[in-house]
């Protein structure tokens, strides 16, 4: 049984005077892959902007309830979101490497931070998350070349690298391979099987195999409620909540 | 039978819909045509008035530096020899231009010559001190009646007392032409001096300076300003009434006429701060204030431009707002900001009306060296001329307008460089 690492309570969140989410409560484990699934505008990705608060970039957005990383409560006036962001990386829907080179993609993280002291440690952490996100060989040579002149997945892995190069503990993962082909979406799901080891990991998905493929814990979102949450195994073949068994089988969403 | 009517139907209405296709290309093409038309009818105005401008005339005199006449010495020394008596050299010169000169036909031939002369034969003489007791055969410039004629800008075919030159003028201009005695050349004076009552020795320099240090005061003040603030206003400023209301105005400050910001710079700037008239640092402050908003507004499109998702990743690895805002929404707006930038500069390069508020329409017979020194500028030096009556004056302004149109020229080919050049570097 390993240990808690996001534990949310009642949590809500209101976009001005509509209600987005309604008392979320979840209990995220560390070093396991929890996919987020439902039906499109349930709440799925409000809720993981909410843990590493990229809604507070949206002016209308408010939160209230509690959420702890590591028994720390996060949605406060004191939280300081730049060292939350550096302990939780998050991948987006769409790959947006930065215009810059590979490299300087991967060490603008460190750099800002100040994780590095000299030009070979930040070629190290590059070089060595570069390789964690199963990137490295494919780009060895070309470091120096933009970042948006890779192919799709490769961009996409190139942000995994981004997020890792901080050494967060923990990655959130925003529809990660809805813009990428089957292959470079096979890669990508193998990757995140590998980072699991390392990384506490929660993934918004819309594609059921994939949640079932990579995923321990299944959370189903449905109007802004968390209607079921579970091993993955037991969500996929024996769910308690009949919206959960017709979501699943593809009977709506 | 129903289904094939209803076939023709489509078929007619199918040629309908191409032929308004092909008939709108035409109005376009039409349409382009005729602003392309209207364009080169203009430029070939302003350049078959202006290039004549480009030439002046000059004489050629025989100056005798007869050192009793000069009331100089060969050992003179260099400020001895400033103080020489060129003036009653050029008198000599000119009673002895054409043989037997009467009296009253001096005073004519005098007339042929610029007022530039004194100065050509002394700097002749300065740069030469050798020449001291020996004849030179020296080119000066001619009189801008002299110029005008040869060029053909003056008729010779009206009434005596219609024109600048008398019958005995012009036969002496004849004469010269004939003895191969006179010439036109390159205009220097037109790029080297500033403004003068006198058309052969009045150049777009001054004012071109002018014009220069008044962009530069433009630039250091609104380049900053208008970043700062479009910045905050769009990347950190909350949004609620006061925020909307500054951006509804600045939408309105941007079509506020040009002469109330002059109107601002000489109540404000002049009668308040007591800041020195007729200079570039107060004509490019007021013209600073007009561009404000349009530099604003032309920076917010293009911070506006740059994908949210690029600040997002920003942020997500933990930069602060300033962090991601300068490392990565700036320099990727910064191709559009400069453009947005100098299209305010050319805006405030062509403005008249303000500057005449705030006095730069002053006669300023020199080059400005530094921001507080009052200068003309370019728009207002042409304003100046076109409004002179002296026929010297109308291809210099045509000849202006040609200098500022190629100053807005080379604006637009470096701001297109920039552009390239920063888009290139991601």
Known sequence: ?253 | MNNSIAKEKIVSLRKKRSLEDMRFKYYGFTAMCLSLAVLVFLLYTIFSKGYTAFQKTIVLLEVDYNQKVLKLTPDSSDEDMEKGKFFRVKKQAIENFFPDLSKSDIKLVKKLFSINVDKEIKDYFLDNPEVINTKQQIWVTAHSDVDQLLKGNSRRDVPEDRRKLNDIQLSYVDQLVEENRVKQVFNNFFFTKADSRHPEIAGVAGSFMGSLFTLFTVFILSFPIAIGASVYLEEFAPKNRITELIEVNISNLAAVPSIVFGLLGLGVLLNVFGLPRSTPLVGGSVLALMTLPTIIIACRASLKAVPPSIKEGALAVGATKTQAVFHHVVPLALPGTLTGTIIGLAQALGETAPLIMIGMIAFIPNIPTGLTEPSAALPVQIYLWVESAERGFQEKSAAAIMVILIFLFMMNAIAVFLRNRFERKW
């Open chain 1, 1 to 253: 049984m390993s240990n808690s690492k996001i534990l949310a309570n009642g949590v809500d969140v209101y976009y001005g005077s509509k209600q987005a989410l309604f008392g979320i409560s979840m209990d995220i484990k560390e070093k396991e892959v929890t996919a987020l699934i439902g039906p499109s505008g349930c709440g799925k990705s409000t809720f993981l902007r909410c843990i590493n608060r990229m809604n507070d970039l949206i002016e209308i957005c408010k939160v209230s309830g509690s959420i702890k990383v590591d028994n720390e409560e996060i949605i406060s006036e004191k939280t300081d979101v730049v060292s939350l962001r550096s302990k939780i990386g998050m991948v987006f829907q769409k790959p947006n490497p930065f215009p810059k080179s590979i490299f300087d993609n991967v060490a603008y993280g460190p750099t800002i931070h100040g994780l590095v002291d000299s030009k070979n440690e930040l070629e190290e952490i590059v070089h060595s998350s570069l390789k964690k996100a199963g990137l490295f060989d494919e780009v060895k040579d070309r470091l120096n070349e933009p970042g948006t002149s890779l192919s799709g997945g490769q961009q996409q892995r190139l942000c995994i690298a981004r997020a890792i190069a901080v050494n967060p503990e923990i990655i959130l993962m925003d529809e990660p391979c809805s813009a990428l082909d089957p292959i470079a979406t096979a890669i990508i799901e193998e990757l995140i099987d590998e980072l699991r080891l390392n990384y506490t990991i929660i993934i918004v998905t819309h594609s059921m195999q994939q949640a079932a493929r990579v995923s321990q814990k299944t959370c189903f979102f449905h109007l802004g409620e968390l209607i079921e949450t579970g091993e993955t195994n037991k969500i996929f073949t024996n769910p308690d909540n009949t919206k959960t068994q017709d979501y699943i089988t593809g009977r709506f969403g």
